[in-house]
Every structure is written in structure tokens, then in C-alpha cells.
């Protein structure tokens, strides 16, 4: 009977634990979504009945026009997701200074986690801009025109595989994956990867990576109910054997570049130098080469995998670009690194794809100093120190408000001359903009100009007719995949 009584008091206690804070906004007068217990207001997607941001475009249109933001539970902790705009930009851009920090960077430790060390995205404070500043020198167009020549070798091979392989279907994230596994490993490590034509270790591991096993969401979600714990818990994100495969990739491509004594000016000749001057320890070039690792083959991937997609889907947006890319094969014979940042339909395209398709559905940062902003006109609100704000880009990008027929695919719209706006920001905005979006951005226009000048892509029937993002991954991935069918545009090619 009295362990009974005790389970059944633990019980009452955790359950009033987990409900105790959500009159939270009530009390404050901010419109809010009413919460459930334990899940806050996000059961379905806790649950894998849906994708994360299919909750935010609940909020999102039942307090548009309301207020220019609400207030939601995760589980048991108050967050704020943005609604208007103008506020958006406030937070990214005039007000940076108040928002400095990304919320993901509270649940890593550095010292147990040493390649996440000098990522610029998980930094906190000032160490960012530090940080930042000995990334992004390595992201210079001279360096992106250095590694071209090698871009268009794999291109050239990812045409080649699919040529062997013509009768069958792709699964374009797959393919897009390989093809920037390739890119990454030749042009950044100056390692023959061989990802395109079958099995290789730097795809296996980069998946694992990218993709978090339970324990680790199980630690996430213990940590967001008691919060408390979260910096007394040494948690490990990477396997040890990730992390050591990963080291040891690192140090052999560093090793075989001063041996070989070679000088490419590219990604990895940079770190080298920068090693030197600054005498970094080996971990932290390691952390900054997996820095442009893991954030550039994902979203490379994702953007490349979805123009693919939406090319196939729209056959008149094909041709009109294989029109201007054979254009310019007519005028200069080949496609060089300028050439290919001129071609202006090319721009359209993949900024079209970035606003339907962005890989990540939402941006979240961390109030790191408070802050009073608008709630409704006339009516301020003290957003107050650790408050951790979302900014929903996928809702923001498909408003019918700002962008007329909002789900279909217009390049002609000329969706990024509305970046200043508040409303399309697939890679962020202001001062913590993703570093990788040049390199994304070229990674993926020499690819789509290979394929599509030289193959007929269309929809293949296993690609499921309504996509809908798999409600298992954190990123914009599609459920089932997309897979496409290829046609040779020129038959000669493939004898010759």
C-alpha cells in the first residue's frame, strides 16, 4: 500500500512539475497556443505523426494578423515564434546584438565534443565571430573558381553513372549526396572518394553524423523537461568512432598535402596556413574542417536533390533552362566558373527551389540580452535573457501574402530580391548568415547545368504524388524520396 501511496504522490508531482509554468503567457497577455501535458505544443511531431513544421504552420496562421508573434510550449518551456516580418529582420539584423546566440548551442559541451569546438554556428558569446571570421576567408571566390576544374571531373562522373545505370530510377537526395560527398572529399581533402560508384566510408559516416541515434534525442528531451541538468551532463553527440574516423581522415589529408608539397589555394591549403599561424591544435582544425563538412554536404544536398525535383516536375521551367545553358555552350564552348555565376535563369531557379525547399524549416536563436519589441502597434513586450525565439522560414516563404501562388514554382518571381524583407531567408540573414550558402549555391548550379543539358528528367512513379517532410528528420527531407527518371538529350554523347 505505501508504494503505492509514494508512486501515486510521484506521479501528482511530476504531472503538476510539467503543467506548473503553462499560464505563463496567459499571465503576460501574449496570445499563445494552449498546451498538452508532457508534450507541450507539440504532440503530433513528438509523437512522428507529422513533421515539425507542419505545428508551426498551425500557430502560424491562427495568430497571423493577431500580434507579431505568440507564444508556444516546447514541453514544458515557453518559447516565442515570430509572425511578422518586420520583426524578423529587428531580431536577424538591427537587433542582432540581442540575439546573439543560437539556441542549439546550449546542449553541446566543447570539451566532450571537440570537432563542434570552433563551429561557428554552436559558439556562444563572442568566440563566433572569432570563429567565423577564420571560416569565411576559406569561402572566397578565388578559392570557389580554384576548385571548378575538379567540380566539373565529378560532374562529369556522376554523368557517366548515370548513363550505366539509364534504365533505372534515382533517388535524386541519394545521387545529390554522393555527388557532394565527392566534391567535399576531392575539392576540400584532396581525397579520391569514389562516392559516386558505390559504398564508401566518408558517405557511411556523414550520414551518422548528420542523423542523431536515440539516445541522443532521448538525452535532448530529458534536458528540455529539466533543464537544470543539462550543463552538469558530459554528453557525448558523436560516436567515438565517428569522431576518430573523422580525425584520422583529416590528419591523413593534411599529411599527404606536405608530402606531395602541394599548393592548391583552395579549402584545405587555407586551414593548413591557418594552423600554423595561429597554432591551432589538431582538433581544432578538425573542427573546422568538419564544420564545412557536415554543413556543407547537407545543405548542398538538399538544394540540389529538390531543383532536380522541381525541374522534373515543371517541364516548361526545364526547357527554358536547358535553352540558356545551350546558349551559352554556343557562345563560349564551355561552362567556366564565371559563365556559370551569369546565367541569370540558373539564379532564378535555384532561389526559387530555396524558397519552397529551404533545408532547414525554421531558424531558432536565444535572447542573450533583454530586449522590449512590439507585440501588437501600441503595445510592447520585454522579451527577457535565455527567452529562445523561432523564426518559422518555411510559413514565411510559402505566405500567399508575400508570394501570389505560393506553392508553385516561379522562378520568374525573383524570390531572393525579397531577402531584405523579413520573408525569405533560407540560409538566415545578418551577421550569423550560413557561411557555406557561395559554396552550396556554385556545388549546386554546376551539377543541375551537367544534368539538365545533357539528360530529360521527369518524375518517377515511386516518388509519392503529395510530398510531405518525413516527420523522422530534423531537415527538409521528403518521405520516401524523390525519385527521378533520366532521358538523353543527345544520343550521341553516350557512343562518343
Known amino acids: 500500500m505505501f508504494v503505492i501511496f509514494v508512486a501515486l504522490t510521484i506521479s501528482v508531482l511530476i504531472y503538476h512539475y510539467l503543467r506548473w509554468n503553462y499560464d505563463y503567457w496567459k499571465a503576460r497577455g501574449v496570445p499563445y497556443e494552449k498546451p498538452v501535458v508532457y508534450f507541450g505544443n507539440f504532440k503530433e511531431s513528438m509523437m512522428r505523426k507529422r513533421h515539425v513544421s507542419e505545428d508551426f504552420s498551425q500557430f502560424y496562421y491562427k495568430f497571423k494578423g493577431t500580434a507579431n508573434f505568440c507564444g508556444i510550449f516546447q514541453m514544458r518551456e515557453p518559447r516565442i515564434m515570430i509572425i511578422n516580418p518586420s520583426l524578423v529582420n529587428e531580431i536577424l539584423i538591427n537587433k542582432f546584438h540581442h540575439f546573439k546566440d543560437n539556441e542549439f548551442s546550449k546542449i553541446f559541451n566543447p570539451k566532450v565534443d571537440p570537432l563542434f569546438k570552433r563551429n561557428p554556428f554552436l559558439a556562444r558569446g563572442d568566440t563566433w565571430i572569432e570563429y567565423r571570421s577564420e571560416i569565411a576567408t576559406a569561402f572566397s ?212 527551389t530555396l524558397r519552397l525547399h529551404p533545408p532547414f524549416t525554421l531558424i531558432s536563436k536565444e535572447c542573450t540580452s533583454d530586449i522590449e519589441v512590439e507585440l501588437r502597434e501600441g503595445q510592447k513586450y520585454l522579451i527577457q535573457k535565455g527567452m529562445n525565439i523561432y523564426i518559422p522560414l518555411y510559413q514565411l516563404q510559402t505566405d500567399p501574402e508575400y508570394f501570389p501562388k505560393p506553392k508553385e514554382f516561379i522562378p520568374e518571381r525573383c524570390a531572393k530580391a525579397f531577402s531584405s524583407k523579413g520573408f525569405y531567408l533560407p540560409f538566415g540573414n545578418g551577421a550569423r548568415q550560413c557561411l557555406g550558402m557561395k559554396f552550396a549555391s556554385i556545388t549546386c548550379k554546376a551539377a543541375v547545368v551537367e544534368l539538365v543539358r545533357n539528360f530529360k528528367i521527369s518524375i518517377n512513379n515511386r516518388t509519392n504524388e503529395n510530398l510531405v517532410i518525413d516527420p523522422n528528420e530534423f531537415l527538409n527531407i521528403k518521405k520516401g524520396g524523390l525519385w527521378l527518371d533520366f532521358r538523353p538529350v543527345h544520343m550521341f554523347k553516350i557512343c562518343g
Open 141 to 352: 571566390s578565388q578559392r570557389m573558381r580554384s576548385m571548378f576544374p575538379i567540380m566539373e571531373l565529378i560532374c562529369e562522373k556522376m554523368y557517366i553513372q548515370i548513363i550505366s545505370h539509364i534504365k533505372h530510377p534515382f533517388e535524386a537526395r541519394e545521387l545529390a549526396l554522393r555527388y557532394t560527398a565527392d566534391i567535399v572529399g576531392n575539392c576540400i581533402f584532396n581525397i579520391e572518394t569514389d562516392c559516386l560508384s558505390g559504398d564508401c566510408d566518408i558517405r557511411n559516416m556523414s550520414k551518422r553524423l548528420s542523423s542523431p541515434p536515440m539516445r541522443t534525442i532521448f538525452f535532448m528531451i530529458f534536458t528540455e523537461i529539466f533543464p537544470a541538468f543539462r550543463s552538469h551532463l558530459p554528453f557525448k553527440f558523436i560516436a567515438s568512432d565517428v569522431e576518430t574516423f573523422f580525425l584520422n581522415f583529416f590528419e591523413r589529408s593534411m599529411r599527404r598535402r606536405k608530402q606531395n608539397r602541394l599548393q592548391l589555394n583552395d579549402f584545405l591549403d587555407y586551414v593548413i596556413s591557418l594552423r600554423e599561424r595561429k597554432r591551432l591544435s589538431h582538433e581544432d582544425v578538425a573542427g573546422h574542417l568538419t564544420t564545412f563538412f557536415s554543413d556543407g554536404l547537407e545543405t548542398t544536398s538538399l538544394l540540389l536533390a529538390h531543383t532536380l525535383y522541381e525541374l522534373a516536375n515543371n517541364e516548361s521551367v526545364q526547357n527554358k533552362l536547358r535553352g540558356e545553358i545551350e546558349r551559352y555552350v554556343e557562345l563560349y564552348d564551355e561552362i567556366s566558373y564565371e559563365i556559370l555565376n551569369e546565367m541569370s535563369y540558373l539564379e532564378l531557379v535555384i532561389n526559387e
